[in-house]
């Protein structure tokens, strides 16, 4: 039913008819048999013909890139109720196909059910019914103030789409790292090539199958491939570029990104530090940072990486966590639902090695099991600044305890290494909370509680220094794929008044230009 | 020597100065006294780099800086002031606010045109942001440069805000180094290299660069007065000004009108002979020079055309009918060279403008506020100004910066700050309330799921029509109640109503 809606809809705005809806979706040929069944349903035959050779012919990248151009070009994106039906149509497309969304999740990282709906579903159906509720006051004109020289003009900034950006996803959130910055790239007008990553290959496929379905055809793409595809498409030309994922890909991405001066916005990760110090509640303490720790498997950017606390505080928080964990895992982690796993057999020998090679002692778990590709929760202590697990983001569930006598030395600690994603401090004095705030830099900052500051659509969500460059989520991610164009709008009077700025110079005429131009003038009042 | 320079910059910046804002506003105040004091001595300077008019520097540059500083200081406590934003359920009763911080050393590349502009106003972003400054003005105006590392250092902090000078491989050496943000004001190319080079340490760049700015003449306007804007705004600085107004597109019909408009223009501006006149400024170097006039070869100049090597000067010049296909259509000219392009209407000049890479501003000429806005709307460009050019240039409420090959990032007033602070995102929550908290951890069941997923919910206020009228008839209704249960209440307390409503106050007190 409602696609019909979408296909009507789409019909009208773009004054096109059934050539819009049945182009393939580029690099996937696979489902383009699932598109054709509903989109061709009644329309000639001639279509149905063209459609099967062009999806034969497979469409090149640079061709899927020129294509949406020629959309862009053509003004569809830019109405306001075009977006908003975007926005709706993408809504539909987790809500019907939750349960697909889920099933794929658990195929690829064994997400537990609850964490699927709760990091990957419903995060992403806040945001859009966020964006689709300002969607209307992002987009209106920010009328600025003037000065006296300009005080009869229009004076304004609009919010004016891009072009076609490119939006790289990452495997630890697959849906959501990839479709909340498409929100927002949709929301401002964008067109939009999403690339899914490869390495979580049923979320990968599903997305490939679903967006073409849901969203127009013309303006968004899905693009496929492991790291030469993605090389290769990076040679294109995009008007934005927004990439999620660690140092090493962001640097080509930067690189190929010179080449056409495109503005990108880079997601990296980095080791988030979390420190205890003072007064805790060492059970509600152990319980948020177990919880965001192994969340997804410690899979997440914005878990802690590692603990900062003094000897005495360790003393009290290694039980706090063992009796956490078997309260949220049971005594054998590996049989519990609400664990998730390693995403590939790669990474997981990666972690394996990482913990082998660490020189701090294993006080929790430190099992694995390569066929289900599962490494039990585990917890270090006496671990070195310059140990193996501390040179890199762990991106597991491995929680190393470093141990600092005062709370100067933690901060110094943390200042010492890169500037990380997020950064966290318990305490239950807020002299401690703001001493760390005050002197730390991260991209954001959360006290008492792990993770829940990228859940509020209102916060930007981004890094700084080496844990990346601009930010998103709700009208953040909107202005992020949007170019703030400023106004002027002059009128024909006042000729006398723009006079003084002409040469021949005069003295006279510098001191009135000097008088109009400064932004308090005493004429403030008109 | 570079390397040890930043080094003792980046140390200074880690000792927290920067960090109280009095600290910034006292530097700011420095810098302004610097630019009221120093004034002549700055005219001066950029007489010997481009023969700069002694007005023409106050009024393009120092009059801008001045303002900037000066909103600057009044504006630096609200900037940077933590702002709270929304909450959800599961944060109702925590701080959340985004927190501007300084980013850490800033390197600031600055240009030759307005060498003291391009440098200093983003410097006062910087300051204001609580950043420490690597500022690496122009070698190119020489004078410039050799003042502002003299003067600098003497009304600023030294450590902080170090002035470093030298060509092309200082700055090469230079931008191999580590930066928090790196700003750039130049050319395309140059802002290529700027940007590769920042890979290495995943520094955030802002690229101020050029473009060819299309300025549209629409036969529908008052050509006197916008022959006269366009005329200032191009020859200004010689025509060597980042946002002039590159080339002119209009119909045929106007063209002849258009030319004589300027001509006339020019002869109120800078007389017969622009070479002898003060106001008018020369070509920066020789290369340039050659650059500008070989631009010019094969096509006969209608107005101007004249030139003088050994002052590195070229007239005035406006040409007529060039071909869009021409190599002066090709690159940025920046110089003071103005070709005509005529085209059929205002759709032909909106194609004719999409074609082209987006430029860093686009001027309208048109009567009709409905034609310029369809205007604004079907192209885009870094910035636009309407029946007059380079005007948004002047206000600081206004971002000020490219898109596409025209530049990323925008600055100018409130948004050098932005640009220059990292947003950090700050969730200030308590060990408390961990009855809420419960629903979220492992193990999971599908009623502690449906808790969470209640909480989270964002903004908790939806804005739907259908909560509208929920929320009205429910207001309705609960006065209706409250005042029942007032009547209820009153009579209750045995007061006689229809007493005192009969009676009335008057009777009451009397």
Known sequence: MRMTSAL??????????????????????????????????????????????QSERMETQSQVVERLRETFRSGVTLPEQFRRTQLTNLIAMIEENEEQIIKALHKDLAKPKFEAVLSEVDIL??????????????????????????????????????????????????LQLL????????????????????????????????????????????????????????????????????????????????????????????????????????????????????????????????????????????????????????????????????????????????????????????EGNQEDKYIAPTVLVDVAEDDALMQEEIFGPILPIIC????????????????????????????????????????????????????????????????????????????????????????????????????????????WVRWSASPKSMCSLM | MDRQTVQRTREAFLSGRTRPLEFRLQQLHALKRMINEKETEISTALKQDINRSQYDTPLLELIGIENEIKLAIDKLAVWAAPRPVERNLLTISDEVYIQPEPLGVVLIIGAWNYPWALTLVPLIGAIAAGNAAVVKPSELSEYSSLLLRALLPRYLDKDLYPVV?????????????????????????????????????????????????????????????????????????????????????????????????????????????????????????????????????????????????????????????????SRMMQEEIFGPLLPIVTVSDMDDAIHFINEREKPLALYIFCSDKKASKKMIGETTSGGVTVNDVMMHYTLSSLPFGGVGQSGMGRYHGKHTFDQLSHQRACLIRSLGMESVNLARYPPQDRRRARRVRMALRSPLIDMSKRTFIWAVTATIIGFGLFISLLVILLIASGLNCTCWYWRGFYNYFY
């Not at chain 1, 809806?21 to 009644?42: A, E, F, I």
Request: with cysteine; proline share 5%; net charge positive.
């Open chain 1, 8 to 53: 009507s809809f789409l019909t009208q705005v773009t004054g096109k008819s059934s050539r819009n809806l049945q182009g393939t979706t580029p690099g996937n040929t696979r489902d383009s048999s699932v598109c054709s069944s509903w989109s061709l349903r009644g329309l000639r035959g001639w279509c149905r013909l063209r459609h099967t050779s």
């Open chain 1, 125 to 174: 159906i806040n945001e859009l019914y966020y964006a689709n509720a300002n969607l209307n006051s992002w987009m209106k004109r920010e009328y600025v103030t003037k000065n006296l020289a300009t005080k009869l003009d229009d004076c304004f900034v609009r919010r004016e789409p891009l072009g076609v950006v490119l939006v790289i996803g990452a495997w630890n959130y697959p």
């Open chain 1, 179 to 366: 479709l909340l910055p498409m929100v927002g790239a949709i929301a401002a007008g964008n067109c939009v090539i999403i690339k899914p990553s490869e390495i979580s290959a049923a979320t990968e496929q599903l997305i490939a199958e679903l967006v073409p379905k849901y969203l127009s055809q013309d303006c968004y793409a899905v693009v496929q491939g492991g790291a030469e595809e993605t090389k290769a498409l990076l040679k294109n030309r995009f008007d934005h570029i927004f990439y999620t994922g660690s140092q090493a890909v962001a640097r080509s991405v930067l690189v190929a990104a010179s080449v056409h001066l495109t503005p990108v916005t880079l997601e990296l990760g980095g080791k988030c530090p979390c420190l205890l110090y003072g007064a805790v509640n060492m059970a509600a303490a152990a319980r948020r940072l177990v919880w965001a720790k192994y969340f997804n498997s410690g899979q997440s950017c914005v878990a802690p990486d590692y603990v900062l606390c003094t000897p005495a505080t360790r003393e009290a928080l290694l039980p706090e966590i063992q009796k956490t964990l078997v309260d949220c895992f049971g005594t054998e982690p590996q049989a519990s639902p609400d664990l998730g796993r390693i995403v590939s057999p790669r990474h997981w020998t990666h972690l394996m090695e990482l913990l082998g090679r660490s020189k701090g002692k294993v006080v929790v778990g430190g």
């Open chain 1, 404 to 511: 600092v006598d005062t709370l100067e030395e933690g901060i110094a600690f943390i200042n010492r290494q890169e500037k990380p994603l997020a950064l966290y401090v318990f305490s239950e004095e807020s002299s401690v909370v703001e001493t760390v705030l005050k002197n730390t830099s991260s991209g954001g900052f959360c006290s008492n509680d792990g993770i829940l500051h990228m859940t509020l659509p209102s916060l930007p969500f981004g890094g700084v220094g080496s844990s990346g460059w601009g930010n998103y989520h709700g009208r953040w991610g909107f202005e992020t794929f949007s170019h703030r164009r400023a106004c002027m709008l002059r009128g024909w009077g006042l000729e006398m008044l723009n006079g003084l700025r002409y040469p021949p110079y005069t003295e006279r005429k510098l001191s």
């Open chain 2, 165 to 325: 000078t030298g060509g092309v491989s200082e700055t090469q050496e230079l931008l191999r180094l580590r930066f928090d943000h790196v700003f750039y004001t130049g050319s395309s190319t140059v802002g290529k290299l700027v940007m590769e080079a920042a890979a290495r340490h995943l520094t955030p760049v802002t690229l101020e660069l050029g473009g060819k700015s299309p300025c549209y003449i629409d036969k529908n306007c008052d050509i006197r007065t916008a022959c006269r804007r366009i005329t200032w705004g191009k020859f200004v600085n010689c025509g060597q000004t980042c946002i002039a107004p590159d080339f002119i597109l209009c119909e045929p019909c106007i063209q002849g009108q258009v030319v004589e408009c300027i001509r006339q223009t020019l002869l109120e501006f800078y007389g017969a002979d622009p070479k002898c006149s003060p106001d008018y400024g020369r070509i920066v170097n020789q290369r340039h020079f050659n650059r500008v006039i070989g631009l010019m070869e094969g096509y006969t100049p209608v107005v101007g055309g004249q030139s003088d090597a050994s002052q590195c000067y070229i007239a005035p010049t406006v040409l007529k009918d060039v071909p869009p296909q």
